[in-house]
């Protein structure tokens, strides 16, 4: 094939292979461009094959992403049919990922690109089927593609669904053929009993790329097809914390939510993912995170002793002591001698003085490990003490949290904690009154340990960064009181937060 002519394009170089054809690297004569084409088998030409080939052409072409491969044409040359798509230059994750994984920095620019490529599909109706790291490739400036439509499902309702087989890459883990589509390593649960696929499938291969990415280790293996399967069904992975300690505990959890046995236990979509994802980003991107400290503080290493030096220290530590010993009691009997005669020495009575007590070593410090809660998180409380009427601008307003906020299982707002805020004036008076409008702004709500966690009073705020929002005033109220105590109120964390918890 290297060196053939198909209408414009030259090929040039074989780049790989797969069970949906080989891919080559090709010139466009016509645009002055390298383009890369992939060639249905001769083999693979039946009217399924066919219609296998251009629906991938079609699912990939329907997105425009900076993230998605461009599928450029389908052309038709005597019996073989080739799909154009623009050339990569760069290497796939299964290349990049090093046995002791990807930095966590990296991983997570890596997995935010992918997450982007995902939403865009699942927002067109299309379901990948087949995220695994040799269908992520990333050029050299760090930008990633998503690559190989071949099992892409258009989710029902929107088109026909299609039958047909996997498709392997060159050094991918194992494939199964068949109604089970897809490779069994990053394959949902779902996926692998045959099962109806949701946008929830394309998450837990996520998740198990992902994994990959941060412990260089596949999530689930065996030594066999049915092995691997087994693992997919039934087992939990080996704890990140156990291959890669410094990972975040956050990342950590996200990774586990996406691999949930149960699709309703998961992220129920691609854009809960990327919001988890987004508030890590953003610390990495902005280089303020410890990355060494993420799980707490490592032991300092013992002091080194030279061999053969210690017991010499010990040896020449008790000569030194006796020598001291012998000569202070040489010394004291002999000025005692000399000062008293000898009709008139008499026994010396010694008092022992008490043991000392031992001493009680300091109790360990806790092991803390930090916590991000992402911008938005809801946080649900009720007004602790009445509002009077004779209340001005600028006023505290407090409030009670009603449930505890939980971040990957840790409480990190605890039911009863204090939240605070301001009133703010309404848009024609300063002071509030009977029938006046009051507001409030948020300002923070307190955390384990006596942290403080940003809030605001709406779950968006405006353009302008403003967030205020009206205070209840329905209801009964009593005399001089303009808004009664025990109104159910929602604050939202602002930006991300971090807190350190007890490990």
């Not at 066919?50 to 992403?65: G, K, T, Y």
């Not at 994750?93 to 090093?98: H, K, M, R």
């Not at 002999?334 to 043991?355: D, F, G, K, L, N």
């Amino acid at each position: 094939m290297v060196d053939r002519t198909v209408l414009q394009y030259q090929l040039i170089e074989k780049l790989g292979a797969g069970g949906m054809g080989e891919v080559f690297k090709a010139r466009d004569t016509r645009l002055n461009r390298f383009v890369a084409m992939k060639v249905l088998p001769t083999g693979m030409s039946g009217e399924a094959d066919r219609r296998r080939f251009v629906h991938e052409a079609q699912s990939a072409s329907a997105l425009n992403h900076p993230n998605i491969v461009t599928i450029f044409d389908i052309v038709d040359d005597a019996d073989a049919q080739y799909m154009v798509m623009e050339y990569i230059v760069g290497k796939t994750l299964l290349e990049l990922v090093p046995r002791g994984g990807l930095s966590v920095s990296q991983a997570i620019q890596y997995a935010a690109q992918i997450a982007d490529a995902l939403m865009a599909a699942h927002a067109a109706g299309i379901v990948h089927r087949d995220i695994k790291p040799a269908n992520v490739m990333v050029t050299s400036s760090g930008l990633v593609k998503v690559l190989d439509f071949g099992l892409a499902k258009v989710i029902p309702g929107m088109a026909a669904d299609h039958d047909g087989t996997t498709v392997t890459a060159i050094g991918a883990p194992l494939t199964v053929d068949g109604m089970v589509m897809g490779t069994v390593n990053y394959m949902s649960p779902e996926q692998a009993e045959g099962k109806r696929v949701t946008a929830r499938s394309d998450i837990f291969s996520f998740g198990a790329v992902l994994y990959e990415m941060v412990t260089g280790q596949r999530a689930f293996r065996g030594g066999s097809t049915i092995s691997t399967l087994s693992a997919v069904l039934r087992d939990e992975v080996q704890p990140i914390a156990e291959l890669s300690p410094d990972v975040p505990f956050e990342l950590e959890r996200i990774v586990a939510t996406c691999l949930k046995k149960d699709p309703d236990q998961r992220f129920q979509s691609m854009q809960e993912v990327q919001a988890a994802l987004m508030p890590l980003k953003r610390m990495y991107d902005s280089a303020s995170y410890d990355v060494p400290t993420m799980r707490g503080y490592a032991p300092l290493p013992p002091p080194v002793v030279r061999r053969g030096s210690k017991t010499m220290a010990i040896a020449g530590a008790l000569v030194l002591a006796a020598f001291i010993a012998g000569a202070g009691a040489y010394w004291w009997i002999t000025i005692q001698r000399s000062i008293t005669p000898a009709s008139q020495t008499a026994p010396i009575a010694v008092q022992r003085s008490q043991p000392a007590p031992a001493a009680v070593p300091p109790p360990p410090e806790p092991v803390t490990i930090p916590v991000v809660l992402g911008d938005g998180i809801n946080v649900r409380m009720t007004l602790a003490e009445n509002i009077l009427n004779d209340s001005a601008e600028g006023d505290t307003v407090r409030f009670r949290v009603t449930h505890d906020v939980r971040v990957g299982g840790a409480v990190v707002i605890p039911r009863g904690a204090e939240a605070v805020g301001l009133i703010v004036d309404g848009p024609h008076r300063r002071i509030l009154g009977i029938g006046g409008k009051a507001t409030f702004r948020l300002q923070s709500v307190d955390a384990v340990g006596g942290q403080k966690v940003a809030l605001r009073a709406t779950e968006e705020p405006k353009g302008d960064g403003s967030s205020k929002h009206a205070l209840n005033s329905g209801g009964k109220k009593p005399r001089g009181v303009a808004v009664a105590a025990g109104g159910e109120y929602v604050g939202y964390v602002n930006g991300p937060n971090t807190v350190t918890v007890k490990k």
